[in-house]
């Protein structure tokens, strides 16, 4: 199944933007300290921030099958969209500026949060050192509508432009994380580790989307991942994600009936709106770093996060079960919440 899924994925334009796999590392130290709650219950971390372009991060999987579509195409300009500190927005810069493309952002205040770390610092601050020319835009405004007048202003003057939306959430985009549940299967065949579930941050959908499809291919089934809402609420993520991984399973041509349920999102951590801190987010992000010395970031990774320490305290799994959280990266944005995590 595996080599038959690597000749799939071999017949999309890819741009190579990681060095290798992404390691998996076992978390002792948060083991230990979460105690009894964690008592039998391997806990290993996929380290999907453990890259080296652009201070890495879940979108640049998704960035190697939109990218290498761009270069098969011939594009010169990449214009994406997002919220002031889009993680998604900081990597399209920096994988533009490693493939000589010209990049756009067109980025909008989407969190209720706001203040000069916010609006100035982050990926916010990053976006503009890798080059890109940005567009900043009120809450509310179609961020998308003014990316695409503006990629037919650049036609117009003879350029050759892409439009990505927002997180690279398409089933283009989500082949990275096809590749990546591969990537998975074959670290555990290594490791001799069977993993029972894989957590994750739900956004824009296509990480879990993904994921999903790729187990499903590859036999695990869909069900394996399971991720936290900390976008849209509950309802809207799961559909979201639901459609978005059939569309992949599509795109792979992979024959499917999937069914609704096997798409499990848990909107218990996502807060009263997107971006917002929550206390138990604080906590996760506090205790990663003072148990093992590694960063989640304040909006995505950090409730996932949240939402699996709280599985475990209710004792949802069993003894001997290991468990992987993937790391999503995104740590520049804990400079734009400095605030909230110094009062914390």
Request: glycine content about 12%; charged content about 20%; proline content about 3%.
């Amino acid at each position: 199944m595996t080599a038959s899924l690597d000749n799939t994925l071999a017949t999309f334009p890819r741009a190579r933007l990681l060095e290798g796999p992404t390691p998996i590392q076992r978390a002792y130290r948060l083991e230990q300290h979460l105690g009894a709650a964690a008592k039998g219950v391997g806990l290993y971390l996929k380290r999907d921030d453990f890259m080296a372009l652009g201070g890495g991060g879940n979108k640049l999987r998704k960035l190697e099958f939109h990218l290498g579509a761009a270069l098969h195409q011939h594009i010169d300009t990449v214009i994406t969209v997002g919220g002031v500190q889009s993680n998604h927005a900081r990597l399209t810069a920096a994988a533009a500026a490693r493939l000589g493309l010209d990049c756009e952002l067109v980025l909008t205040q989407s969190a209720a949060v706001s203040g000069l770390d916010y609006e100035s610092n982050g990926n916010r601050l990053l976006d503009e050192l890798f080059g890109a020319k940005l567009h900043l835009l009120p809450a509310g405004a179609d961020s998308l509508a003014v990316a695409n007048q503006r990629a037919a202003q650049l036609q117009e003057a003879g350029r050759k432009v892409l439009v990505i939306p927002v997180g690279g959430s398409t089933a283009l985009g989500s082949l990275g994380y096809v590749s990546c549940a591969r990537e998975i299967i074959q670290q555990a065949a290594q490791l001799e580790l069977y993993f029972e579930r894989v957590f994750v941050a739900n956004g824009s959908a296509g990480t879990h989307a993904g994921l999903a499809a790729g187990f499903e291919v590859l036999g695990r089934g869909a069900a394996l991942v399971k991720s936290w809402a900390v976008l849209a609420e509950e309802t809207v993520s799961a559909e979201r994600t639901w459609q978005l991984t059939r569309d992949t399973l599509d795109l792979l041509g992979h024959p499917h009936a999937l069914e609704r349920a096997s798409i499990q999102v848990d909107g218990s951590q996502r807060g009263s709106a997107y971006g917002v801190p929550t206390e138990a987010m604080l906590e996760a992000v506090r205790l990663l770093a003072r148990s093992e010395g590694l960063l989640v970031d304040p909006v995505y990774s950090g409730k996932a996060l949240a939402g699996l320490l709280a599985d475990l305290r209710d004792g949802r799994y069993q003894p001997g079960d290991n468990l992987l959280f993937v790391m999503t990266g995104g740590s520049p944005g804990l400079y734009a919440y400095r605030e909230s995590l110094q009062q914390a």
